[in-house]
């Protein structure tokens, strides 16, 4: 039986939190959205059954999950240009699993093709996925049509233009990526061990302080016991990025340098901090006057802007038939 979709449900699991959403597509516009959260714990199956009671999902509904960055290993490939894209997928699992030394079906892997003739492409153990799934699966929630790289949740709210190349550097609650962008398209990416939680815990802990006033502290004008906190902790952060950046260059554009890069550009969640990064990535010397901003392209509200990414990219796949067994 084919069931047309009308609603989306999007499952964003962190290490902390666990956050949904619940919303309809209609005429080409998501509305009328449900937000929930639980606090993660060791028992991620119970926390999501949890989740499911106040979301309320349906057999019928776009079902979209993110998946744990340091579950993936991220690879930028050179393509062959005589290759036809219907060749595309069957070639890079052959080259990922010889580079892993992994059979095809050890592994599970989706991948962006950039104008400029290179694929990034994402691979992690089928085994892994599978469990990820099941513990959806096991909580109620039905089997999910989309699960993606958490970062991608981002990258569906952000957009980047221009044909130069640009780095993108992103900083969340859970972990920190730097992304080399081609044409306004993702061609490397790589992690580092940065989560905006924990400098957000030291500070507060120092001071007292939640996260909401932690970020109006910051933005006042005049120096502050917040501010020195702050900026002792994360002084040194731009110049190991730079490091990152460094290394994500060599491999995804090779023969280049970071002084070639167009622009860099900022983007936190939570949303509140990304002014001040812009400030402190700004005194790096290959950096300077090259930093900007870089906020989501629709309005949040001060939700949750990775769960919004991932109903953003549930609406991609409206329309399409769903096989629903009964």
Not at 13 to 34: Q, T
Not at 82 to 110: V, W
Not at 204 to 220: A, C, F, N, P, Y
Request: aromatic residues 8%; charged residues 25%; neutral net charge.
């Amino acid at each position: 039986m084919q069931i047309f979709h009308k609603m989306i449900t999007a499952i964003d699991v962190g290490k902390s939190w666990i956050s949904g959403a619940r919303a309809r597509k209609f005429r080409g516009i998501i509305s009328n959205p449900v937000f929930a959260s639980v606090r993660n714990g060791e028992n991620v199956v119970e926390r999501l059954k949890t989740l499911k009671e106040k979301l309320r999902p349906d057999v019928e509904d776009i079902v979209v999950t993110n998946f744990p960055v340091e579950e993936v290993l991220f690879n930028t490939l050179e393509i062959p240009r005589e290759l036809r894209k219907s060749e595309l997928r069957t070639y890079i699992t052959a080259e990922m699993s010889r580079i892993l030394n992994l059979s095809s079906s050890e592994i599970a892997l989706d991948f962006v093709r950039n104008p400029i003739g290179k694929a990034l492409v994402m691979v992690t153990k089928t085994r892994r996925l599978n469990e990820w799934i099941s513990n959806i699966t096991a909580a109620g929630f039905p089997l999910p049509d989309v699960v993606m790289p958490d970062v991608f949740k981002y990258l569906q709210l952000l957009k980047i233009s221009g044909p130069e190349a640009c780095v993108l550097v992103l900083l969340t609650h859970d972990y920190s990526v730097v992304i080399v962008c081609v044409s306004g398209s993702p061609l490397g990416i790589r992690t580092f061990s940065y989560s905006l939680d924990e400098t957000v815990s030291i500070v507060s802990e120092e001071t007292g302080l939640d996260e909401v006033e932690i970020v109006r502290e910051l933005s006042k004008q005049e120096s502050s016991n917040v501010k020195n906190i702050f900026e002792s902790i994360t002084v040194d952060l731009p110049y190991s990025v730079e490091r990152e950046i460094i290394f994500l260059l060599s491999s995804s554009l090779p023969g280049s340098s970071i002084r070639d890069v167009a622009k860099f550009y900022i983007f936190c969640d939570p949303l509140g901090f990304t002014p001040h990064y812009v400030k402190l990535f700004d005194t790096v010397e290959t950096m300077q006057g090259k930093i900007q901003p870089l906020t989501p392209s629709i309005d949040v509200k001060n939700l949750s802007v990775g769960t919004i990414g991932l109903l953003v990219r549930g609406g991609e796949e409206f329309g399409k038939n769903k096989l629903v067994q009964v």
